[in-house]
C-alpha cells in the first residue's frame, strides 16, 4: 500500500509580488518498507514536499500515487480518511493536543478510527513503553520536554500501525541525545514493522540514519543515493 | 466509521474550559439572559393570567349556555328553561366546578335624583358566590342573602351619579316578554366596589327569584354560567356541555364569547417568544465572539487534528458541541435563578405605586408571577436553536481551515 509515486510535481507560492517555486518538476519514487531523509537547506521545499504527499496540501500540477490510491482525485474527507488510516504525521513541534492526555493523544486517532476503549488502552500502553514514556501516560504536553513530547507524537503515529510515517524536522527542537533516541526509535520500527519513513531534515546526524539520501534545493531534487547507514540504532 | 461522539465531547469539554474566564463570563451572560427571558415571561403570564381571571368574572364563567338568539338581542324575549334533567347531570361531573343560572336584562334604574340604564342581573347568590361573580367587596350594606331577596346591590359609584345610598329607595324598570314596560320600587340593601368603575356602573344585582317575578317570567333564565377548574382547558370539556344542553341552545366557551379575552394568550404566547428571541440575539454577539475566540486561539490545534485525519464534519461538529456545552450550562444556571428567584415572589408582588392606571386592563395591584414548565422549554428551545445557528458559521469556518496554513501559523 505504502508504494510512493509521484511525477511533476509544480508548487508555487505567490508573496509580495514575487512568485516562490517551492517544488519544481519533482519526481520520485519510495517503495514500501524505505527508510528515506529529504536533506537541504530551509527553504528547499522539504516541508512542501512532505504536505503533498500526506495530501494536506495540493501541488499546482503533477500527480501523487500511495499505493491505488491518486491524491488528486480524492477529496477533502477522502485525503483525511487516508491519513487517518495509512499516514502517521510526525511534525517538528506542537504535535499534541493540549487538552489531552499522553494516552489519550495515542489514543485519538484510534478514537476516531473506532477502535474499541479495551483495545485502544492496551496499544496505546504498549506502543508508550515502546518509546520509553511508561509511567508518563497520564501527562498532560505540558508536563512534558520536548522530547518526550515528539516521542508521544511518534507513538500516535505508529499506534494504528500505519504503513507511512512522514516527519518533518522531527528532531529540530530536540538536543542531540533526544534526538538520538528519536531516530532509533524510527529505525526499530522500520526494521521490526516495515514501517515506511520519510523524514525531512537539514540536521546531519539525522541523514547518518537514512539508507536513501535525497537532497534538495530550490524546490528541485538535485541528489538521490543509497547509503550504507552509519549511525545505526545499537 | 461511525461518529466517534465520546472523543469529540471530551476535547469539546476540556476546551471549553481552556480559557475558564471567558467561558465564565459567557456562561452568565447566558444565564442571566435566560433568567431574563423565564422572569418576565412569568411576570407576563401571571399579568394575563390575572386579565383573564378578572374578565371570566365579570363574564361570567368560562362557558355560557343561551338561548340561541340571545346573543343576539339580550333582552327577557330570549330567555329560556332552567337546566334540562340531562343538562343537569353534566353541569355535576368534572370538571365543572360550579354553575349558575341567572337572569340577565337591560333595565333602568332611578332614583329621586336621576337614572341611568343597567343591566339588571337576577341571581342566585350561593351558586354565584362559588362562580366567582359576585362583586367582592361590599362597602355598605350586606350581600344578598337568597333568590327571594327583594333588596338590591348596587355600585359605589353609580350610588353617586344617583345620589342614593344605602337603605334608599329606589325604582327598577324593564320590559316582560309582551313588551310592557314593568317596575318596582325596591330598596338598597348593599353598595359594592368593584375593580373596574365601569362595572360598578353597569350592573345591579337582585335576588333571582324577585327579577322573575318583576318581569312575569316564572323560573325561566337569561343564561347559565359554567366554570371548570382551568380556563386553558375549556375546549376540552365545554362540547360535551353543549351536547347535553341540546341544539336549540347556544353553547360557548370564554374565548369564543369575549374574542379579545380570547386572543389574549395567544398574543401573550407571542409576545413571549419575540421576547426570549430579542434578549437571546443580544446574548448571540458574544456567544460568536467567544467561539470565534475560541478557534482563532487553537487554528494550529485545528489544522493538527485535520493533518492526523479528522474530517471537517468532526471538527464542525466539535465546536457546535462546544457552543451547545456552554449553552445547555447557561440553560442550566438560568432555570435554577429563576426558579429561584420566582419563588419567594409567589405570594404576589405589591405593584400598585406603578399600576395605577393598569386597573382599566383588569389588573389588580398585587401581581401574581406564574412560572409555566411552557416558558422554561420554550426559553430552552429558543437558545438551543438560535445558538446553534449563530454557532455554525465560526464552526464552518473552522472546518474549512486550510491545514497548511493553520499548522504554519504562530
Ligand atoms: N504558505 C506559503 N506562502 C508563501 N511561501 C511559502 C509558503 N510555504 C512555503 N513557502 C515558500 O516555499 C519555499 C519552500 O518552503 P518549504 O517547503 O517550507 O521549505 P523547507 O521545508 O525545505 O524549509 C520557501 O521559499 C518558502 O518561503
Ligand atoms: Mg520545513
Do not use: F, M, Q, W
Given at each position: 500500500m505504502s508504494d510512493i509515486r509521484c511525477r511533476n510535481l509544480c508548487k508555487t507560492f505567490h508573496q509580495g509580488g514575487e512568485t516562490i517555486t517551492?517544488?519544481?518538476q519533482v519526481s520520485l519514487d519510495i517503495g514500501e518498507g524505505a527508510f528515506v531523509c529529504l536533506s537541504?537547506?530551509?527553504?528547499?521545499g522539504k516541508t512542501t514536499l512532505l504536505n503533498a504527499l500526506g495530501g494536506l496540501d495540493t501541488p499546482d500540477s503533477g500527480t501523487i500515487a500511495i499505493g491505488e490510491q491518486r491524491l488528486e482525485h480524492l477529496s477533502r474527507r477522502q485525503r483525511a480518511d487516508l491519513r487517518l488510516h495509512h499516514i502517521g504525521f510526525v511534525f517538528q513541534a506542537y504535535n499534541l493536543i493540549t487538552v489531552l492526555s499522553a494516552r489519550e493523544n495515542v489514543e485519538f486517532i484510534m478514537q476516531v478510527q473506532g477502535v474499541p476503549a479495551k483495545e485502544r488502552e492496551k496499544l496505546a500502553t504498549g506502543v508508550l513503553a515502546e518509546v520509553g514514556l511508561a509511567g508518563l501516560e497520564e501527562r498532560r504536553p505540558a508536563e512534558l520536554s520536548g522530547g518526550q513530547q515528539q516521542r508521544v507524537a511518534v507513538a500516535r503515529a505508529i499506534a494504528t500501525r500505519p504503513a507511512l510515517v512522514l516527519a518533518d524536522?522531527?528532531?529540530?527542537?530536540?538536543?542531540s541525545r533526544s534526538a538520538a533516541r528519536l531516530m532509533d526509535l524510527f529505525v526499530t520500527l522500520n526494521r521490526e514493522r516495515g514501517v515506511t519513513f520519510v523524514i525531512s531534515t537539514h540536521d546531519a546526524r539525522v541523514m547518518g540514519y537514512a539508507r536513501r539520501l535525497i537532497g534538495m534545493r530550490d524546490g528541485r531534487i538535485v541528489s538521490d543515493q543509497e547509503q550504507q547507514p552509519h549511525a545505526m540504532a545499537i | 466509521m461511525r461518529y466517534p461522539f465520546a472523543t469529540i465531547s471530551t476535547l469539546a469539554w476540556r476546551n471549553l474550559w481552556r480559557n475558564s474566564r471567558r467561558t465564565l463570563i459567557m456562561l452568565a451572560a447566558i444565564a442571566v439572559g435566560v433568567w431574563a427571558m423565564i422572569f418576565m415571561a412569568a411576570l407576563m403570564r401571571g399579568m394575563t393570567d390575572q386579565m383573564v381571571r378578572n374578565g371570566l368574572q365579570t363574564l361570567p364563567g368560562e362557558v355560557q349556555v343561551h338561548q340561541r338568539d340571545y346573543r343576539a338581542d339580550p333582552s327577557v324575549v330570549n330567555s329560556m328553561a332552567p337546566p334540562s334533567r340531562g343538562l343537569l347531570a353534566a353541569l355535576l361531573e368534572p370538571p365543572v366546578t360550579a354553575w349558575a343560572g341567572r337572569v340577565r336584562v337591560p333595565a333602568v334604574i332611578s332614583s329621586e335624583r336621576g337614572s341611568r340604564s343597567v343591566t339588571l342581573l337576577g341571581v342566585d347568590p350561593a351558586a354565584e358566590l362559588i362562580l366567582g361573580s359576585l362583586p367582592e367587596k361590599i362597602v355598605a350594606g350586606r350581600a344578598l342573602d337568597a333568590p327571594a331577596d327583594r333588596g338590591v346591590v348596587i355600585g359605589a359609584s353609580l350610588a353617586r351619579r344617583l345620589e342614593t345610598g344605602l337603605g334608599k329607595r329606589v325604582v327598577l324598570m324593564s320590559q316582560d316578554t309582551d313588551n310592557n314596560v314593568v317596575d318596582r320600587g325596591v330598596r338598597v340593601v348593599g353598595i359594592y366596589h368593584a375593580r373596574l368603575q365601569g362595572n360598578e356602573d353597569r350592573f345591579v344585582y337582585a335576588g333571582r327569584a324577585a327579577v322573575q317575578g318583576l318581569l312575569g317570567i316564572?323560573?325561566?333564565?337569561?343564561e347559565i354560567a359554567i366554570t371548570g377548574d382551568?380556563?386553558?382547558?375549556?375546549q376540552h370539556w365545554y362540547p360535551r356541555i353543549a351536547r347535553a344542553a341540546g341544539d336549540e341552545f347556544e353553547t360557548l366557551p370564554w374565548t369564543e364569547l369575549d374574542p379579545f379575552l380570547g386572543s389574549m394568550l395567544a398574543v401573550q404566547d407571542g409576545f413571549t417568544l419575540v421576547f426570549m428571541v430579542v434578549v437571546f440575539l443580544a446574548l448571540s454577539f458574544g456567544l460568536v465572539n467567544t467561539l470565534v475566540m475560541a478557534v482563532f486561539e487553537r487554528v494550529r490545534e485545528i489544522g493538527l487534528m485535520q493533518a492526523l485525519g479528522m474530517r471537517p464534519g468532526l471538527i464542525l461538529g466539535q465546536i457546535m458541541l462546544e457552543s451547545f456545552y456552554l449553552l445547555g450550562l447557561g440553560l442550566l444556571v438560568g432555570n435554577v435563578l429563576a426558579v429561584a428567584t420566582l419563588k419567594p415572589l409567589a405570594t404576589g408582588i405589591d405593584i400598585s405605586a406603578v399600576a395605577q392606571g393598569m386597573e382599566m386592563m383588569g389588573m389588580g395591584a398585587i401581581l401574581y408571577p406564574a412560572l409555566h414548565i411552557q416558558d422554561m422549554l420554550m426559553s430552552t428551545a429558543v437558545v438551543i436553536v438560535l445558538g446553534l445557528l449563530a454557532s455554525l458559521a465560526p464552526a464552518w469556518r473552522a472546518s474549512r481551515l486550510d491545514p497548511v496554513a493553520a499548522l504554519t501559523r504562530d
Open positions: 517551492a517544488l519544481d537541504g537547506p530551509s527553504g528547499s524536522e522531527p528532531t529540530a527542537n530536540l538536543d | 316564572g323560573d325561566a333564565i337569561s382551568d380556563y386553558r382547558r375549556v
